[in-house]
């Protein structure tokens, strides 16, 4: 369930791999980047008839499966759900950082809890050091560059190799060690399509990715023509915001749910801003990304009383949707998330008073 907090009508309606992330220059000015198209995609498939070896390609870098992998580990909730939403969870050995990506009232979402419960959490708080992924023998790793994996570091998908562990790297995440010009609700089917290959239920994979496919285009049928408004996503941050800009799954969510990413010209993945920037691109609403602490109730009080925020136009209106950090990057909820951005964005569309309730 999404949490909106009311506003006037308008006429419209992480963790470890984010500590990376540096402040970038102000922007000269700031362009809309296309959420809506297709992606050159950071995985291909190469099988014949669903049958053995299957090659998957991985951020450029090729491997075969001659079996599917028997004892997987994911790291973070969202590749953790992209895998239960295969129902792979016979196949799951252990899960690192799932439980702390998660808001605070409820970290693992009610469709998904059965199969957590099925899958040991070998890390609630913390991603995998060598030693504790190690330790569990895996055969299979599904995490993504700064969700897990980092470079100049031995984790990493070559070094891992040496112990007869095979990587799949989350699509998004290619951004980090390829040039990438853009990020797509396309990037999150790669990785169900890929990981249906790899395990052998291409079936289960499709229709996932159908329904997810049927519930943006309902989405977006619904606010087809609409003007689209300004939104802002605030991750966290007081002195720096940290934000989702362009190569960001969630600015491709903003586009598909009607609105215009303030830092969607920003071609980097997540990333630390400045107030100044927020200010002068003074946006209509704002997203507040919601997983352990603050909470995103206290991130919410924060931008009412900061200087450089209050009076922002957002602010000012109380515009605020709340995603979980599940929704906001690559999984199985992005679709979800796509329609409660659209739903808060344009709520007439959908039939709804001006909050979106």
Not at 123 to 128: K, L, M, T, V
Not at 225 to 249: I, N, R, W
Not at 273 to 281: D, G, L, P
Not at 314 to 340: G, I, M, Q
């Amino acid at each position: 369930m999404h949490r909106y907090t009311r506003r006037s009508d308008l006429g419209i309606r992480p963790r470890a791999w984010r500590a990376l992330a540096v402040p970038v220059a102000l922007l000269a000015g700031v362009s809309v980047l296309a959420a809506c198209g297709s992606s050159p995609s950071g995985s291909s498939i190469s099988a014949k008839n669903g049958t053995y070896p299957v090659t998957v390609t991985s951020c450029g870098t090729a491997e075969t499966y001659t079996k599917a992998p028997t004892r997987a580990v994911a790291n973070d909730i969202n590749t953790t759900e992209d895998m239960l939403a295969l129902n792979l969870e016979p196949r799951m050995v252990g899960t690192f950082g799932a439980v702390g990506d998660g808001p605070v009232s409820q970290p693992i979402p009610p469709q998904y809890q059965a199969g957590f419960r099925k899958v040991r959490d070998v890390s609630a708080d913390n991603y995998f050091t060598l030693e504790q992924l190690i330790g569990l023998r895996p055969d299979f790793l599904f995490a993504g560059w700064n969700y897990g994996l980092q470079t100049g570091t031995n984790l990493t998908p070559q070094y891992l190799s040496k112990f007869g562990i095979k990587t799949l790297v989350l699509t998004e995440s290619c951004a980090w060690v390829q040039h990438k010009t853009s990020v797509s609700i396309d990037d999150t089917y790669t990785d169900l399509r890929d990981l249906g290959a790899i395990f052998g239920v291409e079936s289960r994979a499709a229709k996932v990715i159908a329904s997810m496919k049927a519930q943006v285009a309902a989405a977006r049928a619904k606010i087809a023509g609409l003007k689209p408004v300004t939104v802002f996503d605030y991750d966290s941050g007081e002195a720096a915001p940290f934000t989702g800009p362009g190569l960001a799954m969630v600015n491709a969510e903003i586009g598909l749910g009607g609105g215009t990413n303030i830092f969607g010209g920003l071609k980097q993945s997540w990333t630390s801003v400045s107030w100044e920037q927020v200010v002068a691109a003074q946006p209509q609403c704002i997203i507040i990304n919601d997983y352990g602490t603050p909470t995103a109730a206290q991130k919410e009080k924060f931008l009412e009383t900061f200087n450089d925020s209050k009076n922002l136009p957002a602010v000012k209106h109380h515009c605020f949707l709340v995603l979980s950090y599940d929704e906001v990057t690559p999984s199985p909820r992005n679709a979800e998330a796509v329609e409660a951005i659209a739903k808060w964005l344009h709520p007439s569309a959908f039939g709804l008073p001006a909050d979106g309730s």
